[in-house]
């Protein structure tokens, strides 16, 4: 289905519908009135697009809610639209896929079940965020690390359910989780894993039962509701570095990811580190507006590019990375990250270290000085963030620097492809992405997330959304880079609500086969097509034949 | 469906079917007469029961020939049964769950497509054993290890779909499996993750592609014939300890789990170790049969099993496991483990250590010196077993070990319950079942595996093949252990084809809700019930009805 077709299909919320919402929960839990459904619109959207606007928004806090509220879409043919805390701007935020949803909002399903301290997991509801998880661990007085991202007032399961990575052992979140709760579109409650054993302890514990595994079908879906899971955590480390490797030149990256490679498949360094580009850096951390940079028309330029080097004392690039452990294992894989690293010409590495037990108490409940003002504690103020996110303390800092161009909201597309964790292909791909921006006049700021084998370049292209013209050119030209790198062999790993049903075609192979696939599976799980239509360009027939 | 339903159901191969098939594939990759059917009976299974003997053998040796059978398959309404090398005996070997299945062997599907030293990782299809891919990576002179079970003829695709377990640091091989191509029941070629994008090249490199993962339900399962799998590899290391952890009493396992664990987590022990109970040493290693150590009536009992402990110089339990990685890395790690197992009374740490380089060299090229012979020799024929299996080094050395009580062929069911990391809780369930076994007269053989939060308890029922009684008395045990199991809690991870329907029915959450959901995936991509029918207890409505 495209998006017209989609616009024309836009539900009108029954008012039967919402009387019966209305009654089966509090009136409060209850939004229909546009002031109060602004909050669930895309935050990044023209004001005046109303392409992913809400119908109604009701929030269970039971799954026995959940259960009534599917039946009453179901019963009223209303497409619903599930978010856990919806927080994931750049993609769509809050908002769902068909204009007119009933929007399911599970913040107020935001039970801890449990936390295992000698077993080092915890069970949640989807309500939970990260600031939710980290505190009641503090409250509790327990040695265990969530692994979280760097805005730590997402979801839990929201964010694995998006495939979500995070920075301490436990980074590859789907694979930290461990058991489901799902709600089947016709309101079945499932449990995968060894939860399908009614009271199994080991549910949260180990992946598999005995038959197929599903957890990984409930991700990037619209198969099911996910209302409980279990979450690894990290136990508190005895040591902790935080670290940074620069390198001086744009090439250089193709040694960095050379370099790092061996490090990461045998686990020397045993989380995800993201390297930035400059651009990145100064963009985000030097809370200088882009006329500090460049002025004239176009992209930033190599004289730019330059300054913000030298001004941040970035380099080229920058590779943050954290080591884990005992004390003197974790000393020992620092020097060997040193040798390694001082291979590549001009390269710095600088670092921090606290025994575990500080961590918290330094990072989190000391105020620590404010790095300089200015480009010159740019680099300080991305420690700061990189120093607290790997050790799993949430905050909301980033948001304060995502404001790029001055006046209006600063609003982000994020283009995310895929590549093979070697060299030269990453420098391929960086240079023709800039080549790309560049033509468009546009700024490249990438944050590469390094995998043992693969490589996340997360590219966000900055627009200010009161500028409707340049918010529809990033969104434009978001669907170009998405078509243009399939051709070269990228795919991406997430994408805003309107682009979701291009990506899906770029998973092309055998005519579609995995698509097709998808469609067989939703057509026996949700004939109606109530659950979440168009969620990673899954419709089910019901949509297409409408 | 309950099995003497499924007796009744028993397929007699249509001959147009199977001249069918010799016109599609040539005469001598048809096999339908006894004797060549012979080998792919269950192994383990009575000689004159046929509740698992399959019609007739196809080897097809591409994708279209696989898409071809299952085409015929549907047009004679005749299950198939797939096996890749069929060698989890103990499980059923490659007999089909339905008696005069036409089984596809895949055998002959033995090509390695890619292997590639920077990043880690090989692509194969089903019929590549772990012999073939250890011989390849040998003649290309790569430095890498792949994960591998203890013998080594199995299919590296086969022990992935049955949730096998390595000894490398990627011994989780559902996990360090990335990519599956799949043909479906009508025939459809897929490609999960990142090979859903024609040509993608990280296929093998990353999971998640985008919406959701599958690879899951293909494992354990009927859903599709896997015919081609990503599957990472271990670089090789600097270093290599190869280690064995030995405790005096049958209740230090308690403190064996506890003091683990914590090593488990953060890494330091980074892949999984087994600890074995002195019976599975004394029977599988030390080359005496069962009247060396008892000779009355029932179960060994006390004075047996410390002779045992006395002779092999095993100890109550012992437990292997292996570190990997940079010298001094290594060093430290192996400080840590003798500094915290020091804390249980009469333990002993053993170890052997090698540079990368020399392991092969060394431990498969050099001939070792034999172990003296009879139960002294029992550690060190054990130990020569874990040093190659922990590095990937594959062979059949334990198959001689495996008959236990003299004349007969030995057979062996294995019952392999799964519990919590938990000292406690490991030794309640040890110390159920070798009472449950001793009521039986039967010897309690265990080995745990142990991964940081879940344990997998091997459990090895031994017969004599040839006795009909014994054989019928292990089966029947099995059940009970199950269903005994079950309501303690204890879900099993792998069965054999027998207890496949009882095992899926202990997994009953919410009136069986997991079982439900699989019918109805099984039925919207089998509508006619044709592949594998019964895998892991699930058969789709078509055999509901007949």
Redesign the interface.
């Known amino acids: 289905m495209n998006q017209s077709t989609a616009d024309e299909l836009r539900a009108v919320i029954d008012p039967a519908l919402l009387r019966a919402c209305v009654e089966l929960l509090d009136p409060e839990r209850v939004i229909a009135d546009p002031e109060g459904l602004r909050e669930f619109r895309d935050p990044y959207s023209h004001a005046e697009w109303d392409t992913h606007a809400p119908g109604a928004v009701v929030s269970p806090r039971t799954v026995e809610e959940v259960q009534a509220i599917l039946r009453l879409a179901a019963r009223f043919d209303t497409p619903v639209w599930t978010i856990s805390q919806g927080r994931n701007n750049g993609y769509g935020g809050p908002a769902p896929r068909v204009p007119g949803s009933l929007v399911i909002n599970l913040r107020q399903m935001n039970r801890i079940l449990e936390i295992d301290e ?4 915890a069970v949640v509801e989807p309500g939970v965020r990260f600031f939710d998880l980290f505190e009641e661990i503090r409250r509790r007085g327990l040695k265990l690390w969530p692994s979280i991202p760097d805005l730590g007032w997402g979801s839990i399961i929201g964010n694995a359910m998006d ?1 979500g990575v995070g920075f301490t ?1 436990l980074g590859d979140h ?2 930290r989780s ?1 058991g489901l709760e799902v709600v ?1 579109a016709d309101g ?5 894993g ?9 549910w ?18 619209n ?1 099911g509701i996910a209302t409980k899971m279990g979450c ?1 955590l990290v ?1 508190q ?1 005895e040591y902790y570095v935080s670290a940074e490797l620069t390198v001086p030149r744009e090439q250089d990256i193709a040694a960095l990811v050379d370099v790092v ?2 490090l990461l ?4 360094i ?1 989380n995800t580190p993201i390297a930035y580009n400059v651009t990145l850096i100064a963009g985000a951390f030097s809370g200088v507006p882009r006329e500090h940079w460049h002025t004239g028309e176009g992209a930033l330029d190599d004289a730019a590019l330059s300054r913000m080097a030298e001004e941040t004392g970035a380099g080229a690039w920058l590779m943050r990375f954290a080591l ?3 004390e ?2 974790v000393r ?2 620092l ?2 990250c040193r040798a390694a690293f001082a291979a590549i010409e001009g390269s710095r590495l600088t670092h921090r270290e606290w025994a575990g037990d500080e961590v918290v108490p330094r990072l989190y409940d000391d105020q620590r000085p404010a790095p300089a003002e200015g480009p010159s504690g740019a680099v300080d103020r991305l420690r700061q963030q990189s120093d607290t996110t790997q050790a799993g303390i949430p905050s909301l800092d980033l948001l304060d620097n995502l404001s790029w161009d001055e006046g209006g909201v600063g609003g982000h597309l994020d283009y995310s492809p ?5 060299g030269r ?1 990453v420098l391929e791909q960086t240079q023709w992405l800039r080549g790309l921006f560049a033509e468009e006049g546009l700024d490249y700021a990438a944050s590469l997330m390094l ?4 490589c ?1 370049n997360i590219v966000s292209l900055w627009f200010n959304t009161a500028d409707e013209a340049q918010t529809r050119r990033a969104y434009d030209f978001n669907a170009t880079l998405i078509r243009k790198g ?1 051709e070269r ?1 990228y ?5 805003h609500l309107d682009h979701m049903d291009l ?2 075609d ?5 005519d579609h ?2 698509a ?3 469609r ?2 939703k ?3 949700d004939p109606q097509g109530i659950l979440s239509p168009g969620r ?3 419709w089910g027939s019901k949509w297409a034949d409408r």
């Open positions: 000698e077993l080092a997991y495939h052992p789907p694979a461990c089947l079945t409650v499932v449990r995968t060894m939860g399908a054993m009614t009271g199994n302890p080991a949260p514990l180990r992946k598999h039962s005995f038959g197929p595994s599903h957890d990984g079908i409930f991700m990037q879906s198969f690894w136990p480390p490679r061996p498949l045998d686990g020397t045993p884990f452990g005992p003197e294992v020992e894989q020097d060997i895929v590549t093979e964790l070697d292909r995998s043992p084998r693969a996340i399939a062999g795919g991406v790993y997430r994408t990506v899906a770029t998973y092309d192979f055998n086969a995995l097709r696939f998808n067989v599976i057509d026996a799980l990673a360009g899954i």
